[in-house]
């Protein structure tokens, strides 16, 4: 393909969006910044999205990713939404520091959201600046890509630039800006928007466009919006489960943070575990913590059970009608969830038949590793070799407190392994697959922020970034990005930083 120059051309953005009716958004321009740089650009996202690297790496491609000039053929919006905050509904949220560019067809045909974040004030900025701060937007490129290499749906990391802007928080920090692309930014909290405003019209016209856009098979049977709510809910049972099984904690899964369409969404203080402990919580804003590790599955039934709301009056004529419809649809997440849990679980533990004794077997592991503030990546990955090598047990043995613990478990497990008919190698390259050897871990996520942030130095960004690239490899030479943390090492607390 000859390289693409014209920026016009480069940027073929179509926006379907800014196309359903004035208030759904607020047409507006990024604020403009002093001097841009650009810290990393995402080279195969940015081929996968049609657009050329080499042209956006250039001065007239930064000041686009920067939000100094805007395409041609932009629409710059700022996305209106609602959303329980903690559990408490607030009817006004928006993008009040993010602006959407417009939407790209990727080489695959799929429509993708292209987004500024941090571009500048808009009308939903309440007392904010609309600015980010250079370390939350490296938090946010480092973490959502490792989510992409784990295989989970997330949005996309496809730049971040600097502004050479200072933003306040508690004290003078550097400016950035991250360009997000997501399959749409439609959140719960955007249908909760027209329904705390009784907009049922609105409700159906953004229903559609979400079907049009991510739910297409909903289109044709005879109630598309009951059919849309169970695909969003299985969708995000199945989002929930990947997350759990890989050891992360979203942080704020208020409803304005959830996206319809299933993928992870806004990276605040979200945090990997290291030891196994099902209550754990990072989030400093998450003081009782409502959106600890393990209350995820039972947090998203709840936001679902709030989309369910909004849509009762697309869902029934009778009210009575509606609200059954609604509950027997939010009743289908638990199924859905632990269909895709269990089914992780097993491959994580080397098991290809369901037996109906897996979960039980998986549970009693998670429960000997929180009580033995066993590694949770770690005790995983190690059992892919003590899957083929019982030599290996000392190694997988040494992440418990207390070693023994763990003996009785692997006899139940060895047992249960024998049943099947795998050969080791197999057994061993399917686990290695399932099980991560590199996530990004909070104190070396935390390393490359100060490095940033503190000396001007993204080489450990750079370096992070390649590892959880390829999260399953063994990459020796990275070795200590393995480890967990020493105690002097732990971050006990994440922060959101807007
Ligand atoms: P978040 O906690 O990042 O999901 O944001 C919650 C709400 O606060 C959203 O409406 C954001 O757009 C808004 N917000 C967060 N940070 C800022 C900021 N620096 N300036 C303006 N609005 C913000
Ligand atoms: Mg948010």
Same mark, same amino acid.
């Given at each position: 393909?000859?390289?693409?120059?014209?920026l016009v051309n480069l940027f073929a953005l179509d926006?379907?969006?800014?196309?359903?009716?004035?208030?759904?958004?607020?047409?507006?321009?990024?604020?403009?910044?002093?001097?841009?740089?650009?810290?990393?650009?995402?080279?195969?996202?940015?081929?996968?999205?049609?657009?050329?690297?080499?042209?956006?790496?250039?001065?007239?491609?930064?000041?686009?990713?920067?939000?100094?000039?805007?395409?041609?053929?932009?629409?710059?919006?700022?996305?209106?939404?609602?959303?329980?905050?903690?559990?408490?509904?607030?009817?006004?949220?928006?993008?009040?520091?993010?602006?959407?560019?417009?939407?790209?067809?990727?080489?695959?045909?799929?429509?993708?959201?292209?987004?500024?974040?941090?571009?500048?004030?808009?009308?939903?900025?309440?007392?904010?600046?609309?600015?980010?701060?250079?370390?939350?937007?490296?938090?946010?490129?480092?973490?959502?890509?490792?989510?992409?290499?784990?295989?989970?749906?997330?949005?996309?990391?496809?730049?971040?630039?600097?502004?050479?802007?200072?933003?306040?928080?508690?004290?003078?920090?550097?400016?950035?800006?991250?360009?997000?692309?997501?399959?749409?930014?439609?959140?719960?909290?955007?249908?909760?928007?027209?329904?705390?405003?009784?907009?049922?019209?609105?409700?159906?016209?953004?229903?559609?466009?979400?079907?049009?856009?991510?739910?297409?098979?909903?289109?044709?049977?005879?109630?598309?919006?009951?059919?849309?709510?169970?695909?969003?809910?299985?969708?995000?049972?199945?989002?929930?489960?990947?997350? &759990?099984?890989?050891?992360?904690?979203?942080?704020?899964?208020?409803?304005?943070?959830?996206?319809?369409?299933?993928?992870?969404?806004?990276?605040?203080?979200?945090?990997?575990?290291?030891?196994?402990?099902?209550?754990?919580?990072?989030?400093?804003?998450?003081?009782?913590?409502?959106?600890?590790?393990?209350?995820?599955?039972?947090?998203?039934?709840?936001?679902?059970?709030?989309?369910?709301?909004?849509?009762?009056?697309?869902?029934?004529?009778?009210?009575?009608?509606?609200?059954?419809?609604?509950?027997?649809?939010?009743?289908?997440?638990?199924?859905?969830?632990?269909?895709?849990?269990?089914?992780?679980?097993?491959?994580?533990?080397?098991?290809?038949?369901?037996?109906?004794?897996?979960?039980?077997?998986?549970?009693?592991? &998670?429960?000997?590793?929180?009580?033995?503030?066993?590694?949770?990546?770690?005790?995983?990955?190690?059992?892919?070799?003590?899957?083929?090598?019982?030599?290996?047990?000392?190694?997988?043995?040494? &992440?418990?407190?207390?070693?023994?613990?763990?003996?009785?478990?692997?006899?139940?497990?060895?047992?249960?392994?024998?049943?099947?008919?795998?050969?080791?190698?197999?057994?061993?390259?399917?686990?290695?697959?399932?099980?991560?050897?590199?996530?990004?871990?909070?104190?070396?996520v935390e390393e490359a922020i100060v490095a940033a942030?503190?000396?001007?130095?993204?080489?450990?960004?750079?370096?992070?970034?390649?590892?959880?690239?390829?999260?399953?490899?063994?990459?020796?030479?990275f070795g200590r990005h393995a480890l967990p943390p020493?105690?002097?090492?732990?971050?006990?607390?994440?922060?959101?930083?807007?």
């Amino acid at each position: 393909m000859a390289p693409q120059t014209d920026l016009v051309n480069l940027f073929a953005l179509d926006n379907s969006y800014a196309r359903l009716a004035e208030r759904f958004f607020s047409r507006v321009k990024p604020t403009s910044v002093a001097a841009p740089r650009l810290i990393r650009l995402n080279e195969k996202l940015a081929w996968q999205l049609g657009l050329a690297p080499d042209a956006l790496v250039r001065p007239e491609g930064i000041e686009i990713l920067s939000g100094n000039r805007v395409p041609e053929n932009a629409e710059p919006i700022a996305m209106a939404y609602a959303g329980h905050q903690f559990g408490n509904f607030v009817p006004q949220l928006g993008d009040g520091r993010a602006i959407l560019l417009g939407e790209i067809i990727d080489r695959d045909g799929r429509r993708r959201d292209i987004q500024l974040k941090g571009a500048g004030r808009t009308p939903y900025s309440r007392g904010g600046d609309g600015r980010a701060a250079l370390g939350p937007v490296l938090r946010e490129y480092l973490v959502s890509e490792a989510m992409a290499a784990l295989g989970t749906p997330t949005t996309r990391a496809l730049a971040a630039v600097t502004t050479g802007d200072t933003v306040w928080r508690e004290s003078p920090l550097p400016g950035a800006i991250f360009v997000r692309v997501a399959s749409s930014h439609i959140r719960v909290g955007t249908f909760q928007f027209f329904a705390a405003r009784g907009d049922v019209d609105g409700i159906r016209i953004l229903a559609d466009h979400v079907i049009g856009r991510h739910y297409q098979h909903c289109a044709g049977v005879p109630n598309r919006y009951r059919a849309l709510l169970d695909a969003i809910i299985k969708r995000q049972a199945e989002l929930v489960a990947k997350w &759990l099984l890989v050891g992360f904690i979203h942080g704020v899964m208020n409803t304005d943070n959830m996206s319809v369409a299933g993928e992870t969404i806004d990276y605040g203080p979200c945090a990997f575990m290291d030891a196994y402990h099902p209550e754990m919580v990072y989030s400093s804003i998450d003081r009782k913590g409502r959106y600890a590790f393990g209350n995820q599955p039972r947090i998203a039934q709840w936001n679902l059970a709030r989309l369910a709301e909004t849509l009762l009056p697309l869902l029934a004529e009778d009210g009575n009608a509606a609200i059954k419809e609604a509950e027997a649809s939010i009743e289908m997440f638990s199924a859905h969830f632990e269909a895709a849990y269990t089914a992780g679980l097993r491959g994580k533990l080397g098991l290809l038949q369901p037996h109906s004794h897996d979960l039980r077997l998986a549970q009693d592991l &998670l429960d000997c590793m929180s009580a033995n503030n066993a590694d949770f990546t770690l005790t995983f990955r190690r059992l892919c070799d003590s899957a083929v090598n019982p030599e290996s047990d000392d190694s997988l043995r040494s &992440l418990f407190k207390d070693p023994n613990a763990l003996d009785d478990w692997m006899k139940r497990w060895r047992h249960r392994l024998a049943e099947e008919s795998v050969t080791a190698n197999a057994r061993r390259v399917a686990m290695r697959g399932a099980n991560p050897l590199f996530i990004p871990r909070n104190h070396l996520v935390e390393e490359a922020i100060v490095a940033a942030v503190n000396n001007g130095d993204f080489q450990p960004f750079e370096t992070l970034l390649a590892v959880i690239s390829a999260p399953h490899e063994d990459q020796p030479e990275f070795g200590r990005h393995a480890l967990p943390p020493r105690s002097e090492q732990i971050v006990t607390h994440t922060f959101c930083g807007t």
